[in-house]
C-alpha cells in the first residue's frame, strides 16, 4: 500500500485534493500552451475525464463470491471492491494524458 495511488485513495478529501489539483494543472497546460480559454478547457477535460471513466470502471473487478456478503437483491455480478477512488486518480491522469495529445494533434485555439 505504499503506492502513491494507494495513499491518496485512502481517503474521500485527499483523492479529491489529488484530482482537483491534477485537473488544475491540465487545464493550466491547456491554456497556456495551447491558447485554450480556462472554460473551453474545462469542458474538453470533462468530456475525455467522463469517457474514460466509464472505460476505467469495469477494470480489475471481482464479483463478490462469499455468500455471507452477498445483500439479498444484490447482483451477482456487483463487484466484492470497486475501489472508486483509485479509478478516479487513474482516470484523472489518463484523461490528461488523451487530453493533451488531443490538443496536440487539432489545433483548438479559441476554444
Given at each position: 500500500?505504499?503506492?502513491?495511488?494507494?495513499?491518496?485513495?485512502?481517503?474521500?478529501?485527499?483523492t479529491l485534493a489529488a484530482?482537483?489539483?491534477?485537473?488544475?494543472?491540465?487545464?493550466?497546460?491547456?491554456?497556456?500552451?495551447?491558447?485554450?480559454?480556462?472554460?473551453?478547457?474545462?469542458?474538453?477535460?470533462?468530456?475525455?475525464?467522463?469517457?474514460?471513466?466509464?472505460?476505467?470502471?469495469?477494470?480489475?473487478?471481482?464479483?463478490?463470491?462469499?455468500?455471507?456478503?452477498?445483500?439479498?437483491?444484490?447482483?451477482?455480478?456487483?463487484?466484492?471492491?470497486?475501489?472508486?477512488?483509485?479509478?478516479?486518480?487513474?482516470?484523472?491522469?489518463?484523461?490528461?494524458?488523451?487530453?493533451?495529445?488531443?490538443?496536440?494533434?487539432?489545433?483548438?485555439?479559441?476554444l
Amino acid at each position: 500500500m505504499t503506492r502513491l495511488d494507494h495513499v491518496l485513495a485512502r481517503s474521500t478529501p485527499a483523492t479529491l485534493a489529488a484530482v482537483a489539483a491534477l485537473v488544475a494543472a491540465f487545464v493550466a497546460a491547456a491554456v497556456t500552451l495551447f491558447k485554450l480559454t480556462v472554460g473551453g478547457a474545462l469542458a474538453l477535460y470533462f468530456v475525455v475525464w467522463w469517457t474514460l471513466l466509464f472505460a476505467i470502471l469495469p477494470l480489475r473487478n471481482h464479483p463478490e463470491t462469499r455468500p455471507e456478503h452477498v445483500v439479498p437483491g444484490q447482483d451477482p455480478g456487483a463487484p466484492a471492491a470497486p475501489r472508486l477512488r483509485e479509478k478516479a486518480i487513474w482516470t484523472t491522469l489518463l484523461a490528461g494524458v488523451v487530453f493533451l495529445a488531443a490538443l496536440s494533434v487539432f489545433p483548438l485555439a479559441g476554444l
